[in-house]
């Protein structure tokens, strides 16, 4: 099993760009969130899915898009890259909102930067 | 505004040494209490914690949530460099009834360094 599996690693990003971070998971887990870490704000919660065709707003969504066409894929798309998305992001699953057993299980990030 | 507060930011301890990590929490809706180990890349689940008094123990690692004064420890006993990471504590502040939210609320994490 390859877990939760986020491309790209590293990416540099001019103002005004577009770019998809892609996250995929094999556990067939039906929740999967996008996080953003910034230094002494902890991880907040951009956007999260509780199954495919279903998508709902976190903490900080703004300048986000996301869908969920499949169990499996649940991309981040930066509609016009700001110096404020300079983070890094991690995408997340866990089994089920009906089970909850507290779980998640995080990709390895990616590092953002907007010049 | 659901918070969750960590403390101490930082700590350097020796190897040996005992820690205390410590996690208070003001939110609308409890569900449970967890903690992660973020070392160089992704958070590792520790512990969930759900009910006052009990303690969860997996190795050096304990913890322990007190529902009434609205916080955890973390204790990590006999520590190693290998114990040298941030920990985070969240609280799942999911509505206990209809929606299908999963909130999670993140503090700042405490980094811990530990020296040989």
């Known amino acids: 099993n390859a877990g939760v599996t986020q491309t790209p690693k590293f990416q540099v990003l001019k103002t005004g760009q577009s770019m998809t971070l892609q996250c995929a998971q094999d556990?067939?887990?039906?929740?999967m969130s996008w996080y953003r870490q910034d230094p002494g704000m902890g991880l907040r919660l951009i956007h999260y899915s509780v199954g495919a065709g279903i998508t709902d707003q976190g903490e900080v969504p703004n300048g986000y898009n996301v869908s969920r066409s499949t169990t499996e894929d649940f991309p981040l798309r930066l509609l016009s890259a700001a110096p404020s998305q300079t983070s890094v992001y991690f995408c997340?699953?866990?089994?089920?909102?009906?089970?909850?057993?507290?779980?998640?299980?995080f990709g390895e990030g990616s590092r953002l930067t907007v010049l | 505004e659901d918070k969750v507060v960590q403390s101490p930011l930082s700590l350097v301890v020796h190897e040996g040494d005992t820690v205390t990590l410590n996690c208070s929490y003001e939110?609308?809706?409890?569900?449970?209490l967890l903690w992660y180990k973020q070392e160089k890349k992704a958070p590792t689940f520790l512990f969930m914690l759900t009910s006052s008094g009990i303690e969860k123990k997996s190795g050096r690692l304990s913890s322990i949530l007190d529902k009434k004064e609205l916080f955890s420890i973390l204790n990590i006993t006999a520590t190693q460099t290998g114990d040298s990471a941030i920990y985070l504590c969240?609280?799942?502040?999911?509505?206990?009834?209809?929606?299908?939210?999963?909130?999670?609320?993140f503090g700042t994490g405490t980094l811990l360094a530990v020296q040989p």
């Open positions: 556990m067939n887990h039906e929740y």
């Open positions: 997340a699953s866990s089994y089920s909102m009906i089970v909850n057993t507290g779980e998640l299980f």
């Open positions: 939110v609308t809706n409890f569900r449970s």
């Open positions: 969240a609280v799942d502040s999911t509505p206990l009834k209809g929606g299908a939210t999963n909130k999670l609320i």
